[in-house]
């Protein structure tokens, strides 16, 4: 999947086809569209979704998003729109917009916009506003992500990394991320273990279907480690690529991504022991220190940023809070999320509370250290 500025006119064919199929290309052009921002998303060289975007004071308004049938329900309008919503924080939008199809308005509603106002009709159908504010304080978009390890397709389980620990707790992912789904949940951690094992992208299959099946914002990681396999990941409907070892031991590659794809689509793991970084899935320390490997990397833009103590993982020993605090006073304006060692619901808050933008949740909510209502506190 490819996400490009396009023109008004390319946009055309495919907004006749899918929203007006009885229209000429003429009566489907708007008045403003000369002013407008024309994104195209592209699969295997198709154009498959197009949307235009209207900057206002302060606020910007997106119109004519289609994507074709046949491409339907594979994450392409959620990556599009994830893309404008990128765009409009950089530029301080402080809210993004639509008029909505009735029919399209339960799609607006998983991604977290707002009806406002009553429903109107225009040319036959029926359309509502959709909001969705850019603009929320460290509490407001603290996010739990939980964590689905997939082993030969299931959700399993590692205690601190060790594959001869590994315990399955359910044979199909896609079950267990809509049951987070319809908990409230937004954001998913999808890690490819046997990827990992290889050092190659495996179970891309199972990030096809969650990205395709359900409205989760999945990062996804493990054996990203060519061109081709971040491709790959992208292609099968990641929001973000999660990169570890690779931006250790190949940076200028980490960083040509980096430069390629956005810093919005990374999401820059660091696995630390002892204040170092470790590597190979976690076979390997390295002299490096996690806060000069930080810096650099956020001098050249990352700041999607999550940090594992190995010491802390799969054990419910409560996470590294003193290390993070640490982490988060050095480094305030990055988007940082805790992982490892989560045990109940106390650890969650304490991590909001030291400023953390989320945490990432595994074991203890398998086990059921962390109760459906208690997580629910905080969605």
């Not at 939008?93 to 339960?106: E, H, P, Q």
């Not at 660091?270 to 190979?280: F, H, Q, S």
């Not at 802390?312 to 805790?338: H, M």
Request: glycine share 10%; aromatic share 8%.
């Amino acid at each position: 999947m490819q996400i490009r500025r396009i023109s008004a006119e390319d946009t055309l064919t495919l907004r006749r086809d899918v929203l007006y199929p009885d229209a000429s290309l003429e009566a489907v052009k708007v008045d403003q569209d000369e002013d407008g921002l024309h994104f195209g998303v592209f699969d295997g060289g198709q154009l498959v979704t197009v949307v235009s975007l209207f900057m206002g004071r302060g606020e910007a308004q997106f119109r004519k998003l289609a994507t074709l049938p046949a491409a339907q329900g594979k994450g392409y309008g959620k990556a599009v729109l994830a893309h404008l919503m990128d765009i409009c924080r950089k530029e301080k939008i402080k809210l993004l917009w639509c008029n909505a199809r009735d029919t399209a308005v339960s799609f607006y509603d998983r991604l977290g916009y707002v009806a406002r106002g009553n429903y109107f009709i225009k040319g036959g159908i029926n359309f509502i506003r959709m909001e969705l504010p850019l603009e929320q304080s460290k509490a407001q978009t603290f996010e739990i992500i939980p964590a689905i390890d997939i082993i030969d397709g299931k959700c399993v389980r590692l205690t601190q990394g060790d594959y001869s620990q590994q315990k399955v707790y359910n044979e199909h992912p896609l079950e267990v991320a809509k049951e987070f789904e319809a908990l409230g949940v937004r954001r998913l951690h999808l890690v490819d273990l046997d990827g990992a094992k290889k050092g190659a992208v495996v179970n891309w299959k199972v990030l096809e279907n969650i990205a395709g099946k359900t409205s989760l914002v999945t990062d996804f990681g493990g054996g990203i480690k060519t061109d081709k396999d971040l491709e790959i990941v992208y292609e099968c409907g990641a929001a973000l690529a999660t990169i570890g070892s690779v931006a250790v031991k190949s940076p200028e590659l980490f960083f040509s991504w980096v430069e390629r794809y956005g810093a919005d689509k990374i999401f820059l793991g660091a696995d630390v022991k002892d204040e170092k970084l470790a590597v190979g899935g976690w076979l390997e320390t390295t002299d490096l220190s996690v806060f000069d490997f930080l810096a650099d990397n956020i001098s050249r833009g990352v700041h999607n940023i999550f940090c594992t103590d190995i010491a802390k993982d799969g054990l419910l020993a409560g996470p590294s809070t003193e290390l993070y605090k640490k982490i988060i006073a050095q480094f305030s304006d990055i988007n940082f999320v805790a992982s490892g060692g989560v045990s109940h619901i106390g650890d969650v808050a304490a991590l909001q509370e030291i400023g953390c933008s989320g945490v990432i949740i595994g074991k203890a909510i398998y086990e059921g250290k962390i109760s459906t209502a208690e997580l629910k506190s905080f969605l």
